[in-house]
């Protein structure tokens, strides 16, 4: 399998534990895998996708091991892509090792106290976000992107901020 279509079953099956019958468009699978080498390992991916007046909108984040790499995209309705007015997305990487601090603040509503009052484990909390302060753009990443995160995802994103702090030690 190519880079584009191991990233695309990841983002696959992440729609499937978020109960969505989304695919993911093709073209922001290949411009990803644009941007991952042949048989570079996906260490963490998140997606979040949602329906606006004009189609679906997207936001999908790759970690390996040194680089992480965002989409953000527009997919219109089916009409309007066949229309020539396509998609347009904007794919973009760094280096891990840009990141600067990790803070767990965030908007009204999440990381309450009452979110961590209690031990949660192997699973992240819900309606609990860590905010990752990037050198270079895109400046600020806030993940998990989901409140409230099926227990799969939230396993996963525990399991990698381990991860995320080793950042924080690497010399650039």
């Known amino acids: 399998m190519t880079t584009a279509q191991v990233f695309y079953e990841e983002v696959k099956t992440l729609l499937g534990a978020l109960m969505s019958t989304y695919d993911p468009p093709a073209h922001v699978c290949y411009r990803v895998g644009a941007l ?48 020539g007015d396509s998609c347009s ?35 992240w909390p819900l309606r609990a976000f860590l905010t990752l302060h990037y050198s270079q753009p895109p400046g600020e990443l806030v993940l998990p992107f989901h409140k409230t995160a099926p227990t799969v995802i939230r396993q996963r994103f525990r399991a990698f901020v381990p991860s995320l702090l080793e950042d924080l030690n690497r010399l650039t």
Not at 46 to 62: L, R, Y
Not at 89 to 95: H, K
């Open 89 to 123: 997305a904007d794919v973009s990487t760094w280096a891990r090792h840009d990141l600067e601090r990790i803070t767990i603040a965030g908007p009204e509503g999440s990381n309450v106290d009452q979110t961590w009052s209690a031990d949660q484990g192997e699973l």
């Open 36 to 83: 991952l080498a042949v048989d570079e390992p996906l260490e963490y991916t998140d997606v979040c996708v949602s329906k606006a007046d004009d189609g679906t909108v997207g936001d999908v984040v790759v970690f390996t091991s040194d680089r992480v790499i965002r989409a953000r995209f527009t997919d219109p309705f089916e009409e309007d892509f066949a229309s």
